[in-house]
């Protein structure tokens, strides 16, 4: 199989993101995946909290490593890796959130210096895809993105030239719908506390939800793509089941945007197809989706590629996959020990021994 | 439209249906599991309704009405075109 990691078992694979619960993160089903293509060699995962569930599980990674924030600016990024490689090796990262990407890409050059390999986005390919752009990049290319306003004063939306309801959005994260003026002033002030500025208001196309997961190849074509539609979504609008589907016009859709922004790497498209069949680009996240396990399943296991292409390896791209595969989330309690917690809040790290030996711990 | 979107529904013994190209689903019962069949194998509504009055025990108004309501059911969920849910006079 071309995927197959059996021969790779002598990398080190670091994984960011372990946060499961409520708003999960894609760490754990990447580092599922890539087990699941038969890569047997050290796994470490990199959290940015102490509580993030995918550190405590007893199949998961060899060790795991606490990062400092990336607002705290690249130096700082940069000691903690040299930290991580006085104890271990890394040759390949796969980070998997939105405020560390731009970091890891503007580090490419010194991590190559260390040995460490990604696949990711060049910086403009990926402020191409900021929400600010959205809608100024992809309309003259035929690809629709529902009307956009960007606000710095709340005044704004006296003069607002979209109709309620309209979706307003932090400037990084979050997304809530307002139907009238005085629900949008509200939230405003709330994302602009949040995230700052500006807040962006977005007009509400009616129709149904797609997420695709994929990867690009960096040249303007598709390597794998997995299109899901939710049908589980919590109160906080995260999915927590989906189904595969197959639609042709959503596939070419994808495969134009990928082209345009001639993507390297995996990300995530947020689209609406509205009652007359067409479709709207809501969003392009730059990463591997939480629910990217789902693409796996459906004969495409996506993360597996990425590690192969991070390490320069050609593969063929993937074309098929089985509609009808779904997934449910759920969640558990895993029990640990206060002390491993402890260990890695104070050390930075954590060997697997103290993971599974945490009985013995205290 | 043709009946090319019915066709792609994927039904089980239960009556399970799924659309692989909008991942929405549907709950037929045995009835409508037969109707949909004979839609896709192209037979007109009419040669439906004198099927099915052979194997149940019912008046052919009250049939016909029934397959004609089920059938806008499947225009309305975009599953048929509005050509195929009209019944020759």
Redesign the interface.
Known sequence: MQLDLNSHSNLTIAVSGLKTGDNPQPGVPIIRGIKKAGFEGKIIGLCYDALEAGIYLDDLADSVFLMPYPSGGSEAFLERIDFILSKTKIDIIIPTLDAEILTYIKLEKELEKRGIKTFLPSEEQFRLRDKSKLNTFFPPKGILVPETEFLTDEQQFNDLKINYPIFVKGSLYDAYQAFNQSEANKLFHYLKAKWGLPVIAQQKVIG?E?NIALVGDGRGHMLGMVP??K?VITDKGKGFGG?V???QKLDDFAKKVVQELKWQGPCELEVIIDDNDEIYLIEINPRFPAWVGLAAGAGQNLPAMVVKLALGIEVNALTEYK??VMFVRHSEDIISNISVMGSLSTNYYLEKKEITDHEKNL | MSLNTLKQLAINDSGFAFNPTTGKSYHLNEVGIKVIAMLKQGKTLNQISEILFKEYDTEIDALNQDIDFFVMQLQNLGLIGVEDAIRPK
């Open positions: 149904e797609y899901q539609k049908l189904v589907i197959k639609n509609p009808g």
